[in-house]
């Protein structure tokens, strides 16, 4: 059996790693264009990065986007730890068809759907659309990929633990805050950034459930782009771009350094049963 | 939370962090004891058998129950509406008779809407175009994603970490702003490959490729923002493999390529249908891709449902879009989570 990087795999991946690639490196080499026509190359300049600063109306939206994220990715931690903690645990009870149903089918629900159903319901209850019935609307599809991660997770951790822990006398919510928390803790910050992540990027959703003077980021750039490129959208998409590169670079550097502590621990423990 | 037998350098320090928010909510517990409406309400919950299991099951069950379910019934409701000149702008099914001799209740289900989307030849091509662009785009997706799953399955585990991170980078920058790139890219005035193909003299000067605006830059959007959706299912499927099987199949005279195809590919079955399913289901229902990138010329359903929604303010009918939409979703969606169920009670 061979193993490693032969022809084919090595040529599959360079591929697949181009195509992945090449286009976000294209916009970030023009965001620094000093022409405003895109394949002109007219020398090097921060000039659409200046302009991005001034444009009071992006900024605005960008504000918009940042508390709709971070307070729909607090939502969904909460809502969805509890709904994976469910798939995982509890195994049987009335309802767990359809509840997992629920769990399962905002993953690939199109959002058109569920963005136009949410809209005829915030319509029928006569809640007015704002940044309140946003954050719904994003938790309702954010909250089912926190509980797919952490149900993985809490699958594949050791329940001996928790099973002690009930045994010495710990009450279930004792047992879960003080042994079940910290170990899926890692899982809980990656639903976090992941709920952030599709928070910040969602524009079909938003456009059914936000209200006049409440336009998010993705709003505003997809209006702005269906009229064309604008070297001020390459400026943004390189600051969004790094700021996301860094923060995955420094999380798996984070998630290794854990691994390596996690695994000398271990064989520190084993030494000391000897 | 006591501090035992003072051997307390061997817990982590989250564990002291998660034991003060429990005391505290103990000492809530406790001082809220003496406030009668908590007592009775305790008591209540108690007499009608609500364990604190129920109410663990109850919290995510009651928001998705309301603003999941509930929402799909009132888009049924209104699919059977008509559309009217009013805030909202759809009539009401029941509407109250009362004319003086006789008081009485009127029902009306409107199947109009429903005759629309079956007898005007728009939304028939439209619901069929859209199906078939999300199945060649699915197959396409296989086609680029199933070799890269294998290649890093198969790479050394050192480097594994690293293909996986750069298969998930693209997933968590901005699926807007990926669009966008092909935007640059594909313009037949001023895009970037146009100007590539001139510059090696391989297109003459105003002979430009009209790819945005077609189907291939659909095909092109949906493959390039999908793909790790199809990536990695089948990497974690892969990776979990069993290799002796392989080697087995050699020992026993199997040349490589027909172990893959009698051994591999039968193996990884279940990650090739979790990543068709996450590929397919969203990709039917696409709106910004074939907005920004296939414009008017191709019609798909997401954006009739969008523009019957926004500019026609045809509610009733966008309701009814999405329901006929549904229905032709629901057989591969209840696949799709009958699937996960078994991956979860297997225990992956």
């Not at chain 1, 645990?89 to 309802?95: E, L, P």
């Not at chain 2, 391989?202 to 605006?213: A, F, M, R, S, V």
């Not at chain 2, 296939?294 to 010329?297: E, M, P, Q, V």
């Given at each position: 059996m061979k193993k490693g990087l032969t022809g084919i795999n090595l040529a599959a991946l360079t591929f697949g790693f181009a195509f992945l690639y090449v286009p976000i490196l294209i916009l970030i080499f023009f965001s620094f264009n000093e022409s405003r026509i895109v394949n002109v190359w007219g020398g090097f300049s921060l000039k659409w990065y200046g302009e991005l600063f001034q444009n009071e109306d992006l900024l605005a939206a960008a504000w918009v986007s940042l508390v709709l994220a971070t307070a729909t990715s607090t939502l969904s931690v909460i809502l969805g730890t509890i709904a994976g903690f469910v798939m995982a645990?509890?195994?049987?009870?009335?309802?767990r068809t359809l509840f997992s149903g629920m769990v399962y089918a905002p993953l690939v629900m199109p959002e058109v759907i569920t963005g136009l159903s949410l809209l005829l319901l915030f319509v029928a209850i006569e809640w007015s659309r704002g940044l309140g019935t946003m954050i719904i609307a994003h938790t309702s599809f954010c909250m089912s990929y926190v509980a797919v991660v952490v149900q993985s997770r809490l699958v594949s951790f050791d329940r001996s633990i928790e099973e002690a822990a009930q045994d010495l006398g710990a009450t279930p919510l004792k047992t879960f805050f003080v042994i079940t928390l910290p170990v899926i803790a890692p899982a809980l910050v990656s639903g976090w950034l992941l709920s952030f992540t599709l928070s910040l990027d969602n524009v079909v959703i938003s456009s059914f459930t936000s209200g006049p003077g409440w336009d998010t980021l993705p709003i505003k750039i997809f209006s702005a782009v269906k009229l064309g490129v604008k070297p001020e959208i390459n400026a943004l998409s390189t600051i969004m771009i790094t700021i996301v590169a860094v923060g995955v670079i420094f999380a798996s550097i984070l998630q290794k350094r854990a691994t390596v502590e996690r695994q000398r621990a271990e064989r520190m423990a084993a030494a000391a049963n000897d | 939370m006591s501090a035992g037998n003072g051997h307390h350098d061997d817990r982590p320090p989250s564990a002291y962090l998660a034991g003060e928010v429990h005391s505290q909510l103990e000492l809530l517990h406790r001082r809220l004891l003496g406030f009668p409406p908590y007592r009775w309400a305790l008591v209540l919950a108690q007499r009608l058998g609500i364990t604190g299991r129920g109410l663990v099951v109850a919290i995510p069950f009651t928001f998705l129950l309301f603003f999941f379910v509930v929402p799909f019934l009132i888009v049924l409701k209104i699919s059977f509406s008509e559309t009217a000149v009013a805030i909202p702008p759809y009539t009401d099914l029941i509407e109250v008779v009362d004319d003086g001799f006789e008081y009485f209740l009127n029902l009306k289900l409107n199947l109009g809407n429903y005759w629309t989307i079956f007898s005007e030849d728009t939304y028939v091509r439209a619901y069929l175009n859209s199906a078939k662009i999300a199945a060649i785009s699915t197959l396409l997706c296989l086609g680029i994603g199933f070799p890269m799953a294998y290649a890093m399955a198969r790479a050394d585990e050192g480097v594994r970490p690293t293909l996986l991170m750069l298969v998930i980078l693209p997933f968590w920058t901005s699926f807007l702003i990926r669009v966008y790139a092909w935007i640059v890219i594909l313009k037949p005035e001023g895009g970037v490959l146009n100007g590539l193909l001139m510059y090696l003299g391989?297109?003459?000067?105003?002979?430009?490729?009209?790819?945005?605006?077609t189907e291939w830059a659909m095909y092109i959007g949906i493959v390039y923002s999908y793909l790790p959706f199809m990536v990695l299912p089948l990497y974690a499927n892969l990776e979990r493999m069993d290799m002796t099987l392989l080697e087995a199949a050699a020992d026993l005279g199997c040349r490589p390529i027909k172990a893959f195809w009698v051994v591999t590919v039968p193996l990884a079955i279940p990650g090739i249908i979790a990543g068709c399913f996450l590929v397919f289901i969203p990709a039917v229902g696409e709106y910004v891709i074939p907005e920004l990138l296939?414009?008017?010329?191709v019609r798909v359903i997401g954006r009739k449902l969008f523009t019957d929604f926004s500019?026609?303010?045809?509610w009733p009918l966008a309701a009814a879009v999405s329901v006929v939409l549904l229905l032709i979703l629901i057989v591969p969606i209840m696949l799709f989570q009958r699937q996960q169920a078994r991956l979860q009670e297997a225990g992956q």
């Open positions: 645990r509890f195994t049987s009870f009335r309802g | 391989i297109l003459g000067p105003d002979e430009p490729l009209h790819i945005l605006n296939a414009g008017d010329n500019s026609e303010r045809n």
